[in-house]
């Protein structure tokens, strides 16, 4: 099992910068991808961003690439995404999710089997 709490959302002004943290507990966090993923309002939720379970590898949506930074920190057992430039169309509820049945850097959804809670971002034009 592995459970996951998301933190560090808020309303920021548009080209504004946030980082997102995501603490794991549970199963050894090291051993496993973590990605991020964001739904907005009337959308379904879509891929931002994934790690390897060493940090060795990343993968980002094209919408956010050159913006945002996904790092993790297997000391602590957290995950990170700095997002940066942020837009008005980065409005969503953010996900990270672990995925026990992939290796490298999993972008579907369906390929993660824990979620965390999620939590508000909200970039006002």
């Known amino acids: 099992q592995v459970q996951l709490v998301e933190s560090g959302g808020e309303l920021v002004q548009a080209g504004a910068s946030l980082r997102l943290s995501c603490v794991a507990s549970g199963r050894t966090f090291s051993s496993y991808a973590v990605g991020w993923f964001r739904q907005a309002p009337g959308k379904e939720r879509e891929f931002v961003a994934t790690i390897s379970w060493n940090g060795g590898s990343t993968y980002y949506a094209d919408s956010v690439k050159g913006r945002f930074t996904i790092s993790r920190d297997n000391a602590k057992n957290t995950v990170y995404l700095q997002m940066n430039s942020l837009k008005p169309e980065d409005t969503a509820v953010y996900y990270c999710?672990?995925?026990?049945?992939?290796?490298?850097?999993?972008?579907?959804?369906?390929?993660?089997?824990?979620w965390g809670q999620g939590t508000q971002v909200t970039v006002a034009s």
């Open positions: 999710a672990a995925s026990t049945l992939a290796i490298g850097t999993p972008a579907a959804a369906l390929l993660y089997n824990y």
